[in-house]
T-cell receptor
Framework: EAQVTQNPRYLITVTGKKLTVTCSQN?????MSWYRQDPGLGLRQIYY???????DKGDVPEGYKVSRKEKRNFPLILESPSPNQTSLYFC?????????????FGEGSRLTVL | AQKITQTQPGMFVQEKEAVTLDCTYD???????LFWYKQPSSGEMIFLIY??????QNATEGRYSLNFQKARKSANLVISASQLGDSAMYFC????????????FGAGTRLFVKA
């Protein structure tokens, strides 16, 4: 089954404790990206990647890191989480890097930082 | 700068009636794509429909159609014959051919379908 898989789905952590949210897709998509969803703000892009070893900042990259060492994986790293990073996070992939590519989303990861 | 505006935080529609969800956008890209996604209460994001900026005809996918008015920079979603399962959050999104192919989203419209 074609899918984007994120883990963990739910996480409660404390300020400053490094964490990684994994994302993996089995559709051989070149384009992958991370979003955070907050009430009233829609989804905002954190980072994206157009291919292996090619990543770039989205609109809200502060406090996050990513890497793209393999085509299928695109982990999101919070080196020192803070309460303002409490959010619902989505990983997504797309079959095309241009403007025609719809996004395939993972199921979301709800993160709470205390 | 690119921007998506959805001015309807919430809407009600009677089952079996049609409903239009508004979306306006702003971009300097000459070529771009417009998308609608559905988020049911279970939380997943589901792609509904796509419209290219150079497409002459409005996109349709089953009960979904996109009313694209390029001069007015609007890309409204029309759902015909609403069903109870259409109750969800709906997001309008845009992706340009420049600026790193970022996708930006509107704040969303929550649709409630009444029986």
């Amino acid at each position: 089954e074609a899918q984007v898989t994120q883990n963990p789905r739910y996480l409660i952590t404390v300020t400053g404790k490094k964490l990684t949210v994994t994302c993996s897709q089995n559709m051989n998509h070149e384009y992958m990206s991370w979003y955070r969803q907050d009430p009233g703000l829609g989804l905002r892009q954190i980072y994206y990647s157009m291919n292996v070893e090619v990543t770039d900042k989205g609109d809200v990259p502060e406090g996050y890191k990513v890497s793209r060492k393999e085509k299928r994986n695109f982990p999101l790293i919070l080196e020192s989480p803070s309460p303002n990073q409490t959010s619902l996070y989505f990983c997504a992939s797309s079959p095309r890097t241009g403007s025609t590519g719809e996004l395939f989303f993972g199921e979301g990861s709800r993160l709470t930082v205390l | 700068a690119q921007k998506i505006t959805q001015t309807q935080p919430g809407m009600f529609v009677q089952e079996k009636e049609a409903v239009t969800l508004d979306c306006t956008y702003d971009t300097s890209d000459p070529s771009y794509g417009l998308f609608w996604y559905k988020q049911p209460s279970s939380g997943e994001m589901i792609f509904l429909i796509y419209q290219g900026s150079y497409d002459q005809q409005n996109a349709t996918e089953g009960r979904y159609s996109l009313n694209f008015q390029k001069a007015r920079k609007s890309a409204n979603l029309v759902i015909s014959a609403s069903q109870l399962g259409d109750s969800a959050m709906y997001f309008c999104a845009m992706r340009g051919d420049t600026g790193g192919f970022k996708t930006i989203f509107g704040a969303g419209t929550r649709l409630f379908v009444k029986a």
